[in-house]
Nanobody, 122 residues
Framework: QLQASGGGLVQAGDSLRLSCVAS????????MGWFHQVPGKEREFVAV????????YYAEFVKGRFTISRDNAKGAIYLQMNSLKPEDTAVYYC?????????????????WGQGTQVTVSS
């Protein structure tokens, strides 16, 4: 089970830190990712981190602004979001990656958090 939190309403240029706490014995052995979704569009890849935290990948539109990290001792992953833009407005979901699953494809993940809303005003 995954529980995401940390969303909110901010202004352009501000920062937010999303958290996702996992309960389950597989957390420390699986990659974890963040996706976002806006109404009428498919869920879109944002960032992924491997099981040990030493490998990450980002969507082009967040490179240099967002940082994904994890703390396996706490069973948590984070998404530090800096220099937020209005186009970052979306519901953000954390997810647990399937072994060998495509990291940029929502079908490559099996468990999903409930989502947390991020709204960036201009």
């Amino acid at each position: 089970q995954l529980q995401a939190s940390g969303g909110g309403l901010v202004q352009a240029g501000d920062s937010l830190r999303l958290s996702c706490v996992a309960s389950g014995r597989t957390f420390g052995s699986r990659g974890m990712g963040w996706f976002h979704q806006v109404p009428g569009k498919e869920r879109e890849f944002v960032a992924v981190i491997n099981f040990s935290g030493d490998s990450t990948y980002y969507a082009e539109f967040v490179k240099g602004r967002f940082t994904i990290s994890r703390d396996n001792a706490k069973g948590a992953i984070y998404l530090q979001m800096n220099s937020l833009k209005p186009e970052d407005t979306a519901v953000y979901y954390c997810a647990q990656r399937l072994p060998g699953g495509l990291y940029y494809y929502s079908g490559g993940y099996d468990y999903w958090g409930q989502g947390t809303q991020v709204t960036v005003s201009s």
